[in-house]
């Protein structure tokens, strides 16, 4: 049984636009990612997941459960990082924890103070004195501390310094490992590519696609550079499968290949090759895709209250 499950997902603010249509399944024990940029519909995504906004149409479950209906039992399996963090200013780092601790029935507080630990917190001072990077660590602290089954992270590293990052990052693959899922939101591709599974590309509302990485990877554009012993003609590579412009520089084939290398290197195999270089498509290129044309979106409008 899948652990998120959305059907015909729907979310509309009036005449702008929230979700529409999301059909949506993460499975247990993956680390899904939803990329997007801001505005896409990412926040609304999760805020309707957890029960905060009634879908217009559709519905959700997490762990079988119905997400509006049933939202005390769930939460109690659930570990969230909202996107617009608000805490107690008048309490200390550890004040605010235990009493999220207690109101969870209690927590290993050892494991409280490993994760403050790696992520570099502290917990004496006041809330009112933290950075905005000291607060999040105090989120992510409170989403983890309870070995949540599902965890539903949205921009998680936002503020953290490059060294908190990799903790964090050590800490998803750790829930990963322990068979704990995560769904984590984010516009930082890096990010995506370093610790997720699969990732569903949401574009104004809509979902775009839902691949594993490798996969969006292998289908992507690949610019290749092949060194020939001789000069070698055009013509043998401009009609290959997925293969565009190119280019010969003396013996030096230039070419951009779309899925499969193999005809181009089976073809280079007729003459004597030199030296072959791929540059990799990395996750950035690859989500550029699927915002054409223009790499514009139009924004999320959400209602403020």
């Not at 059907?7 to 979700?19: E, F, P, V």
């Not at 001789?230 to 520089?249: I, M, R, T, W, Y």
Request: one cysteine or more; glycine letters at 8%; charged letters at 25%.
């Amino acid at each position: 049984m899948p652990i998120i499950q959305t059907y015909h997902l729907t979310k509309s603010y009036g005449r702008a636009r929230g979700i529409v249509d999301l059909n949506l399944s993460v499975n247990q024990g993956e680390v899904f990612g939803y990329l997007g940029p801001n505005g896409a519909g990412k926040t609304t995504t999760i805020r309707t997941l957890l029960g905060f906004l009634r879908p217009t149409s559709g519905r959700a479950t997490i762990f079988g459960l119905d997400a509006t209906r049933d939202t005390v039992a769930i939460r109690r399996r659930l570990g969230n990082l909202p996107g617009e963090l608000a805490l107690y200013p008048n309490l200390t780092g550890e004040q605010l924890l235990r009493y999220l601790a207690n109101l969870r029935g209690g927590v290993d507080w050892r494991y409280v103070e490993t994760i403050a630990d790696r992520l570099d917190a502290d917990l004496s001072r006041p809330i009112r004195a933290y950075s905005h990077g000291n607060k999040q660590k105090i989120g992510l602290i409170q989403a983890f501390m309870h070995r949540p089954d599902l965890l539903i992270l949205d921009e998680p590293t936002t503020g953290l310094d490059p060294l908190v990052q990799q903790a964090f990052y050590e800490l998803i693959d750790e829930a990963r490992a322990n068979g704990q899922t995560v769904f984590l939101s984010s516009h930082i591709l890096p990010e995506v590519e370093r610790v997720c599974d699969r990732v569903g590309i949401i574009r104004e509302g809509r979902l775009v696609t839902v691949e594993h990485i490798a996969d969006l990877k292998a289908r992507a554009l690949r610019r290749l550079e092949i060194a020939f012993e001789q000069p070698v003609p055009a013509e043998a590579f401009e009609n290959l499968p997925g293969v565009k412009d190119v280019s010969v520089d003396d013996s030096r084939l230039r070419c951009t290949v779309v899925g499969s290398l193999d005809a181009v290197v089976k073809t280079a195999a007729q003459f004597t090759v030199l030296n072959i270089r791929s540059e990799e498509p990395n996750l950035e290129e690859i989500f550029l895709t699927f915002y054409a044309p223009n790499g514009r979106t139009d924004r999320e409008e959400v209602p403020h209250a």
